[in-house]
């Protein structure tokens, strides 16, 4: 019999493991809170809980704990990458990034992805498989625990697309914002998707205060489908609508990323279409200059070509922040750190 994920549970599914143990109730809360609060990585570290709980609970239960494989650290600017093996020997990798307001984790929620994008390190290997909950926790406890930085902001950024692994984001986001766990703000985490469009609905009805960030990267329907396979399935159109309704139920201001592709997306029409394309919405794009994998031939695009697409923007009174490249001298983009593991394990 498969062991219980005792970490992707909630405080009142752990009450019912309690209380199937043959326990008092009140031992859910303290256990949530060895998992959670204090990250606790084994039974036998809670220590105001009897012997005999903690061998019945070492005999059913699991508790995920990632290990770390590798951890790179940037000599520019402290941004640390961290590759982790999930307890099947799959990888993942995850990035703590220091920022002035607060340190921030960026989390994979799949292993592999199998949206495709073109300029993407984590789609060439296709998809594994999805993260649990506790997975895409212990990302979070871990980088804490290591670095012994507070984490306050965490982005599901990483390797996968999260709304393709729907339900365990949303657990996920609830676990990580509890105030009897590792309490992050909502307002504190962001997720970023490719645009699965009944998805957007769905977590728009969520009645969470996250970001949500929607990876545009073209402003017109023909664009987009060269550069991101999913687009031919949701046209820009109806991601543009998903979004009104989104920041209708939640007021929360949306955020459109778009990964400049020198030559191909990056011309001062392909700004103002843009512009024309998101008027009225209230949100904020982040432009991110593409970051080169080896499988593709995408090229950054010229930083006077980069300034003239920010200025467009601005001209249309559009909020726009250019990412700033953060650990270039560490496999920066995602999923490169990982599948150089990956590439390294099919050469011996
Ligand atoms: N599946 C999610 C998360 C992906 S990673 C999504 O699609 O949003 C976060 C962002 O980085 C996405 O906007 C993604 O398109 C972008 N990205 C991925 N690889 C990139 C690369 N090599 N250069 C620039 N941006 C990239």
Not at 282 to 305: A, F, T
Request: glycine share 6%.
């Amino acid at each position: 019999m498969e062991q219980l994920d005792i970490k992707s549970q909630t405080l009142s599914e752990l009450k019912k493991t309690v209380e199937d143990l043959s326990e008092k109730p009140f031992r859910a809360k303290q256990i949530y809170e060895w998992i959670h609060k204090k990250q606790a990585d084994s039974f036998g570290e809670m220590t105001n809980l009897s012997v005999s709980l903690r061998e019945k609970l070492e005999r059913k239960a699991s508790l995920v704990s990632l290990k770390v494989l590798d951890v790179q650290t940037s000599r520019l600017d402290g941004t640390q990458k961290y590759l982790f093996a999930l307890p099947d020997g799959n990888m993942v990798e995850s990035v703590l990034m220091k920022y002035h307001h607060g340190n921030s984790v960026c989390i994979s929620s799949q292993v592999g992805c199998r949206m495709g994008c073109r300029f993407c390190a984590s789609a060439i290997g296709g998809w594994t498989r999805n993260l649990r909950p506790s997975e895409m926790l212990d990302q979070v406890y871990k980088i804490q625990k290591l670095s012994k930085e507070r984490v306050s902001n965490v982005v599901v950024m990483g390797t996968g697309e999260p709304l393709d692994n729907y339900d365990s984001l949303v657990r996920f986001i609830r676990m990580l914002s509890d105030e009897k766990g590792l309490h992050i703000s909502q307002r504190n985490i962001t997720v970023s998707t490719c645009g699965i469009v009944p998805r957007i609905y769905e977590l728009a009805d969520e009645d969470l205060q996250i970001t949500l960030a929607i990876s545009l990267h073209a402003s017109t329907q023909e664009k987009r489908e060269k550069l991101m396979p999913i687009a031919k399935k949701y046209s820009i159109d109806e991601v543009l609508s998903a979004c009104r309704y989104y920041f209708q139920k939640t007021g929360r201001r949306l955020t459109f990323e778009y990964s400049l592709v020198g030559g191909e997306n990056d011309s001062q029409e392909d700004a103002e279409e843009l512009a024309r394309l998101i008027k009225g919405l209230n949100c904020h794009v982040n432009l991110i200059p593409v970051n080169p994998i080896k499988e593709r031939n995408y090229v950054q695009s010229d930083k006077k070509v980069i300034e003239n697409f920010q200025n467009k923007l601005e001209k249309y009174q559009i909020n726009v922040t250019i990412r700033r490249e953060m650990g270039r001298d560490i496999d920066g983009a995602c999923g490169q750190l990982r599948k150089r593991y990956l590439d390294k394990r099919e050469d011996s």
